[in-house]
Nanobody, 125 residues
Framework: QVQLVESGGGLVQPGGSLRLSCAAF????????IGWFRQAPGKEREAVSC????????YYSDSVKGRFTMSRDNAKNRVYLQMNSLKPEDTAVYYC??????????????????WGQGTQVTSSS
């Protein structure tokens, strides 16, 4: 069964850190463009970070640049999102996605083939 499974979400105080993990089952992440997205209540889904399969370049949205780091481990068929200096506005459900396309990837409107079920991240005191 083809699926993406996220883990690592939780409640953290502002300024804290979390590391999200996304595991792929039934297919290989290598060769796919991978992305992390988030959706807060009442808001549209937005891109957080992605790694393009064409050249391995990692992209970040302006809102997380310098605080979040995305990485991939092809041997483990996983991708990660290290989130530091979390802010209350980072509170959202975080999703990973994979797609067999190349080039620009920092948008949920690209042809993503697979989506995970999401993991809740809450930054609050």
């Amino acid at each position: 069964q083809v699926q993406l499974v996220e883990s690592g979400g939780g409640l953290v105080q502002p300024g804290g850190s979390l590391r999200l993990s996304c595991a792929a089952f039934g297919f290989t992440l290598d060769g796919h463009t991978i992305g992390w997205f988030r959706q807060a209540p009442g808001k549209e889904r937005e891109a957080v970070s992605c790694i393009s399969s064409s050249d391995g370049t990692t992209y970040y949205s302006d809102s997380v640049k310098g605080r979040f780091t995305m990485s991939r481990d092809n041997a483990k068929n996983r991708v990660y999102l290290q989130m530091n200096s979390l802010k209350p506005e980072d509170t959202a459900v975080y999703y990973c996605a994979a797609g067999a396309f190349w080039g620009s990837c920092l948008s949920p409107s690209h042809p993503w083939d697979y989506w995970g079920q999401g993991t809740q991240v809450t930054s609050s005191s």
